[in-house]
């Protein structure tokens, strides 16, 4: 057994992840989405489980960007979680949410739910924290009428009054967590039934930016009937209009179809590197109904 990080404090949703996937493991929180992925690259943990992609928002940036320009980890397992935000204040102000002057939590949970905060807080100044979990910490730790957005685990663990619960702008609201380690491709850490569903993840850079060169990408697959479920495009950062591609395959490493497919690309001129092929748990699959 090992030791998870997580983006902390206690209560935010990755812990919450964490501890579904892992729950016999002892969580490490760390403050920072870099802190997590730097401490499994030392061999301070374990592992580490942190956010990458939200239904409403999109991707969690920040993770992609550090696991591809700072520190390389393997991507061993994912876990799709259900999100609900919620409002919450210290008790003593549960009346007079209406006229807290700051709301605070994470930059993703604000912008999951942009729309109630026009409707209701319009005259807020935002404070965007580290984590949900950090702005419910923070706020039962002032002596003021602010406002925070988190779960209701985060709500018991920080003694904070929910007065308006699921304000998330849309239903359906989930977030894709991802497991990193320093292990090798393929080494599953979780038992698997005949049922996990398994993805390979694939970092694509393109040879030049000649017209159609992203289409010979995706022929590469097409062709071999190898269904994609995600493809995500970020900045090389080496200059405006340079970008590398993120490709989900809905399907394990194989030994045929998709380094078939890799070798093609790569006989284009492509760069070709896989930063993953593992098992997907959707929430019901880890039976721990925490959120
Ligand atoms: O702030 C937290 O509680 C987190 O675990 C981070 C995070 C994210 O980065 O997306 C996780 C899930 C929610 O989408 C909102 C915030």
Redesign the pocket.
Known sequence: MGTVG??GPK?????A?AKALFPKEEGSPFRS?PDCIDAVKQNMVERAVV?LE?AI?GS?NITLDYLIHHQRLTMAAEVT?P?Y?HLMVREEYKHDWRTINSLL??P??IA?CHQFIRENLDHVDIAYM?????AAKYVSETGENVGAI??KI?AKEYGLTIVKSEINDYEN?S?R?IVLENGILGNETKDLSDKTKFKTTLMITLPSDYSGALHQVLSAFSWRQINLSKIESRPMKTGLGKYFFIIDVDMKLDNVLIPGACEELKALGCGVEILGSYPCYSWNDLKINIL
């Open positions: 997580y983006l209560g935010s949703f990755t812990e992840a989405i956010p939200n928002e969690v979680a999100i935000q939590s994470h993703q949970a999951q580290n984590s949900t979990a950090e988190a779960n985060a609201n977030t967590f």
